[in-house]
């Protein structure tokens, strides 16, 4: 199958170099524009925003997997469940406080992701794909049945201990403040990424998504970076779940639920894969698609479908992409 | 006797619904039980998951074929098996008889599937994440079109042939002998087209080698949409058999699609003999562990199974 693609390979790789990376001072911008709104915006798209921002940090953590090394992973509910219930349950049986729940979120992801990739990613594309979804579906039924452990579909709900840093405490149950505190994550996240994308390992990770057999021929140990992309993408995926369990203060079954695995895919195909911060257009657009469609009409979903198509469709490169392709060219 | 049988063939298709629904949990067999009555117990039980096994072998045997010949994951292929359902249930409603639809699902999938094929799927094929993407869209089509025209509640069709044989001094439903029947009937049929007609080489050559088919002159258009119209057929029959056994649901293709690609991995990607004899193993494994087990925890074993397989044979067992 691979030597059928190898021709349109080939001739991806002749053009000039493509460039998908974002200008960084226009995220930059935007995330200044994001600090200014918390303190204009009215409550109710207040909190719209702030689940808006933590779902981009999934979208970017998604796009180390799917954009930067080209593995396609329908399995971060998996991670992004994980993470939550890294929160939710370290708060609710350890009685830690918010920054350390996260941490349990994160070892949460790593451990996940470290079990899952060992056993996918060597594998072709075609049986990974699979593969993660057979986990994904698997981590499902389980959080649907292990109800002592998850609370199933009614789930379990928190209490929020204060942080404190120094003399000051915050409390997250006060919208604005969550709204920083999640801010604050996306910024670093996007920096700690930005930065990973730019450094040599991630030029090896793009050119795994160029050209996967002539990186083999130069001596690189693919398996191995391939690996670091999964769990890098299945840690900024746990982030992501562990925020929004604390902004909702709760977690149920339904965060393994199928959602989580297809939305990042469409959220990067939209906004642009590889770009890291494109994925953040995708988030908006469908995050507003999805607030105002579905009360609108039941069956949205069906849209929904049609979108996917049609994205596959016109272009793969997204909205970003296609911005950044005409810029430099 | 016959009553807690009857309860343990509910309990073996019950994770089709565990999404919205709550499961209690029912005594374990084997307190119950002498040791005579284990041993028919279990008899039973392989019986009931051979037959399960059966069906399960349509529904992969199609996803495997499509796979094998275009390149598609098909995350469809169970939302076809409960569009096949779904439509016997409304066949056996307004004619009255569920047996046409044994005729007239095929037909109609076949009516849907071949345009699906040639004007939505074909810019896609090849590159399988991107099928896969593609796939789940329609497979979100498939279910919403369900649940606005059938309505999210699952519904039963009354059992078409109910006559139970003796079997072994167990009552056993004659329904599920003549699923099992038709099954391997619909098997034969599509190992004789595949492997005794001039058209079945054109489409194992193009399984093999496409680009070289059509070189030697195949018109390989007409094979991608007879391979896809064979796949979407053989689930949806799955589907028309599974009906009455099942609870007719629209999330029901959830279960399936997740079973059968356990299946398609196990036997190894693209290979119909692989296929065949996972489906039927492990179907009749999972049969028997469900009598110890919860429906889930059966699961969890099988998926365990699939670990083990993977890391050992990471392109299934069957493959060459």
Request: aromatic share 12%; hydrophobic share 35%; with cysteine.
């Given at each position: 199958m691979t030597d059928r693609l190898e021709p349109e390979m080939n001739k991806r790789s002749e053009k000039p170099t493509e460039r998908r990376e974002t200008p960084k001072y226009l995220v930059l911008l935007f995330l200044l524009l994001l600090l200014v709104m918390g303190m204009v915006l009215p409550k109710g798209v207040r909190s719209l925003v702030t689940h808006m921002m933590i779902f981009c940090i999934l979208a970017m953590g998604y796009d180390v997997c799917?954009?930067?090394?080209?593995?396609?992973?329908?399995?971060h509910a998996v991670f992004f469940g994980g993470g939550a219930y890294g929160v939710v349950l370290s708060m609710l049986h350890l009685k830690v406080g918010i920054l350390p729940a996260i941490f349990f979120s994160l070892g949460a992801g790593f451990i996940l992701a470290v079990i899952m990739g060992l056993i996918c990613?060597?594998?072709s594309e075609a049986h990974f794909v699979i593969i993660t979804a057979i986990f994904f579906a698997v981590f499902h039924l389980f959080a649907m049945d292990l109800t002592w452990l998850?609370?199933?579909?009614d789930g379990l709900s928190l209490k929020l201990p204060s942080i404190s840093l120094g003399s000051v405490t915050f409390s997250l149950y006060d919208p604005m403040v969550n709204y920083y505190f999640v801010l604050i994550f996306l910024s670093v996240s996007y920096l700690i990424l930005n930065r990973m994308a730019r450094s040599p390992m991630g030029k090896i990770f793009v050119s795994i998504r160029e050209n996967e057999k002539r990186l083999q021929f130069l001596g690189y140990d693919v398996f191995r970076y391939k690996l670091i992309a999964f769990i890098v993408s299945g840690l900024f995926s746990a982030l992501s779940g562990g925020l929004y369990a604390l902004t909702l203060r709760y977690g149920s079954a339904?965060?393994?639920?199928f959602h989580w695995s297809i939305m990042p895919i469409v959220w990067c195909l939209i906004g642009g894969i590889g770009t890291l911060a494109g994925p953040w257009i995708g988030v908006v657009i469908m995050s507003l698609f999805q607030y105002y469609v579905s009360a609108w009409w039941t069956y949205y979903l069906i849209l929904f479908g049609i979108i996917i198509l049609l994205i596959l469709r016109i272009s793969r490169k997204g909205i970003l992409g296609y911005l950044i392709s005409r810029r430099f060219t | 006797m016959g009553g807690r049988f009857f309860s343990l063939l509910e309990r073996n298709s019950?994770?089709?619904?565990?999404h919205r629904r709550v499961r209690r949990r029912q005594p374990r067999l084997y307190r119950c039980l002498s040791l005579p009555d284990i041993l028919t117990t279990i008899l039973f039980l392989l019986v009931n998951g051979l037959v399960w096994g059966l069906i399960v072998a349509l529904i992969a045997i199609g996803l495997s074929l499509i796979f094998g010949v275009m390149g598609i994951v098909n995350m469809a292929h169970g939302d076809i098996y409960m569009a096949g359902a779904v439509l016997s249930f409304y066949v056996t409603g307004i004619l009255?008889?569920?047996?046409?639809s044994l005729i007239l699902v095929p037909a109609v999938v076949l009516l849907v599937s071949a345009p699906m094929e040639r004007f939505v799927l074909r810019p896609y094929e090849g590159h399988h994440s991107s099928t896969m993407i593609a796939t789940v869209g329609i497979s979100f089509i498939i279910q919403q079109i369900v649940l606005g025209t059938y309505g999210g509640i699952p519904k039963k069709i009354t059992n078409p042939w109910p006559i139970s044989f003796n079997f072994l001094g167990v009552d056993y439903p004659g329904y599920r002998f003549l699923v099992a029947c038709i099954s391997v009937l619909i098997l034969v049929g599509l190992w004789l087209f595949l492997y005794r007609t001039s058209y079945g080489i054109l489409v194992r050559a193009s399984m093999q080698d496409r680009e070289m088919a059509g070189a030697m002159g195949i018109d390989v258009s007409k094979v991608l949409i007879t391979t896809f119209v064979i796949g979407s057929v053989l689930a949806a029959l799955g589907g028309v058999l599974a009906a009455p056994i099942n609870q007719v649901f629209y999330l029901m293709g959830n279960d399936v699609i997740l079973l059968s690609f356990i299946v398609v991995i196990i036997g190894g990607l693209g290979s119909l003999k692989g296929t065949l004899i996972a489906a039927l193993s492990l179907c009749s494994v999972e049969g028997v562990l469900a009598s110890v087990l919860s429906p889930v925890q059966a699961r969890a074993a099988i998926f365990i199974v699939m670990i083990i397989v993977l890391i050992r044979r990471p392109r299934g067992l069957f493959t060459e």
């Open positions: 799917f954009g930067l090394t080209n593995q396609c992973s329908l399995g990613v060597r594998l998850t609370g199933g579909d339904d965060l393994f639920s | 019950s994770t089709a619904h565990t009255g008889n569920f047996w046409l």
